[in-house]
T-cell receptor, first 112, second 115 residues
Framework: DAKTTQPTSMDCAEGRAANLPCNHSTISGNEYVYWYRQIHSQGPQYIIHGLKNNETNEMASLIITEDRKSSTLILPHATLRDTAVYYCIVGSRSSNTGKLIFGQGTTLQVKP | SAVISQKPSRDICQRGTSLTIQCQVDSQVTMMFWYRQQPGQSLTLIATANQGSEATYESGFVIDKFPISRPNLTFSTLTVSNMSPEDSSIYLC????????????FGPGTRLLVL
């Protein structure tokens, strides 16, 4: 599985958009980009995933560059409850193993 | 989505003892995963537990230390054996939304402190 690189930490003002970057320059053609977050003292929560097209759901938007070497998770209107560690993970659905290899993630602090 | 519960939610144990952690899912799933999260660290996959077969362990984890049971499609246990303070971690189970998929639901975790 391709490795990912994320900034260690980021701050965001409440109500503003939070843009969390992720580099995955070694991603292969059949690998998806997944985003999870872990709020303090809870298990990780699935947010969104994508292959090459931009994706949006009720939680966030995922923007994947055309060369697929990087992506950005966008929380359009961050709230204090969005304070968490955000993990960008690359995985191959074709492997059928379901394994998730977590990196260190980005600690997002949403401030009032 | 799947609802996952774990027992116990937390425990304090003495070194040399063993603790069995339970993971219960509200639907039948073929695959279940066990992760460890050491203090201040990210999650590390311990093993994949498929019903009806032996668990598959990741590099650095062995069955003697972390025996896993998978008696049916909704339940699994992870035992942390002969514990040492280095085993103090959060232990989490997860299940995929679809078999083999990386979209997963996680339990709340079991917080273990070994003295």
């Amino acid at each position: 599985d391709a490795k990912t690189t994320q900034p260690t930490s980021m701050d965001c003002a409440e109500g503003r958009a939070a843009n969390l970057p992720c580099n995955h320059s070694t991603i292969s053609g059949n690998e998806y980009v997944y985003w999870y977050r872990q709020i303090h003292s809870q298990g990780p929560q699935y947010i969104i995933h994508g292959l090459k097209n931009n994706e949006t759901n009720e939680m966030a938007s995922l923007i994947i560059t055309e060369d697929r070497k990087s992506s950005t998770l966008i929380l359009p209107h961050a709230t204090l409850r969005d304070t968490a560690v955000y993990y960008c993970i690359v995985g191959s659905r074709s492997s059928n193993t379901g394994k998730l290899i977590f990196g260190q993630g980005t600690t997002l602090q949403v401030k009032p | 989505s799947a609802v996952i519960s774990q027992k116990p939610s937390r425990d304090i144990c003495q070194r040399g003892t063993s603790l069995t952690i339970q993971c219960q899912v509200d639907s039948q799933v073929t695959m279940m995963f066990w992760y460890r999260q050491q203090p201040g660290q990210s999650l590390t996959l311990i093993a994949t537990a498929n019903q009806g077969s032996e668990a598959t362990y990741e590099s650095g984890f062995v069955i003697d230390k972390f025996p896993i049971s998978r008696p049916n499609l909704t339940f699994s246990t992870l035992t942390v054996s002969n514990m040492s303070p280095e085993d103090s971690s959060i232990y989490l189970c997860s299940v995929p939304a679809i078999p083999g998929g990386e979209t997963q639901y996680f339990g709340p975790g079991t917080r273990l402190l070994v003295l």
